[in-house]
């Protein structure tokens, strides 16, 4: 079924962006790179892509894709932060922590001020909590919230979460961006639809994940907030945002959000890290670090089982954040997949117990 699996090579628990463009993505890509059509957006590609998203939301969404999640993000931030504004959101988010300062810089210097909370999530009382310390004029004027979704450790906002969240976010007066690079990720966890933790409960901005589920490349910025969109274009095109050969960016859109594929291709993540979840739990003084609802497992393991496992050439990133290790699954991870990184886990425990 999957296009790699011929490979025979186990697929690593790397990161759901060492994976391939998903074969629906590729053939919608292949028919479009067989036509000759305007560029910068102009084509009936990027029209489809647009509206199938306006389909998906069940609303007149403003749409615009861009190359990656990192500027979607800064860009988001930028269209609501002034430079002497500030953007909340919590401590461990990509916003935070993984964009080398871009919402800072395409903000003009606004402040990205990051939050404690469980489990990677939010809480309204954290957040309406946050400012009262601000003095004034003397600290940046706070004009957005950042929610992620799923989280960046693998949890879920519920939708009245979202909802509450949001609500908050209004009586503080902020705009509400989502960055979902796993956002299907978290609709098929949830089993809603995507209006539900969007613009129903409150979001302004969705950054809508492409890359991770199954694209070669592309996010899409969308805006529930129209008004807020009303210079988006030159955002991008200033940040190198806008692809000429736009019609190659849009038309695997139209591969991945036909046939409701995206919400397959994150359903196959979400299950095997259940799977990996499941089976890691028979390795002794393994600890699960979050609750696994989404596409990742966060772990901590025993003393030698990662130097193990990596010798045997297993692939996996350390989180010193949080004290563990980030294993995750992708619409390309197969059962197989998951059943040989247990086994040689579980065998490597079986040894310790008997030497
Ligand atoms: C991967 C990811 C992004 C996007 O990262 P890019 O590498 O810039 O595409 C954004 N937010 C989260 C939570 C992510 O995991």
Known sequence: MNSNQSIGKPRHFGSDNQAGICPEAWEALEKANRDHAVSYGDDSYTAEASNLIRDIFETDCEVF?????????????????????????????????????????????????????RNGKLKPDIVARSTAHHRQLHFPRTSALSLTQATE??????????????????????????????????????????????????????????????????????????????????????????????????????????????????????????????GLRAVAGLIILFPVEASSVFVRFPEGLDTALRDKGWIFYDFPDVDGTRLMCGWDTTEDDVNQFVADAIEWAGMKKSP
């Open 153 to 278: 450790v693998g949890t879920i906002y519920q939708p009245n979460e979202v909802k509450e969240l949001c609500q908050v976010a209004r009586e503080m007066n902020l705009k509400v961006h989502m960055d979902g690079a796993r956002f299907a990720n978290a609709v098929v966890a949830l089993d809603c639809h995507p209006r539900e933790i969007t613009w129903e409960a409150g979001i302004d901005v969705l950054c809508l994940g492409g890359t991770k589920n199954g694209l070669a490349v592309g996010e899409a910025v969308v805006f529930f907030d129209t008004k807020a969109a009303a210079e988006f274009d030159y955002r991008c095109k200033q940040a190198g945002q806008l692809a000429s050969k736009m019609r190659l960016i849009s038309a695997p859109w139209v591969g991945l959000l036909q046939n409701d594929v995206w919400l397959n291709n994150a359903r196959q993540g979400n299950a095997r890290a259940r799977q990996l979840e499941e």
């Open 65 to 117: 894709f861009t190359f990656n999640g990192t500027a979607s993000n800064a860009l988001c931030v930028a269209t609501f932060c002034q430079s002497y504004n500030a953007v909340l959101c919590h401590q461990l988010s990509h916003v935070a922590t993984d964009e080398c300062g871009a919402p800072e810089f395409f903000a003009g210097g606004s402040k990205v001020i990051g939050l404690e909370g």
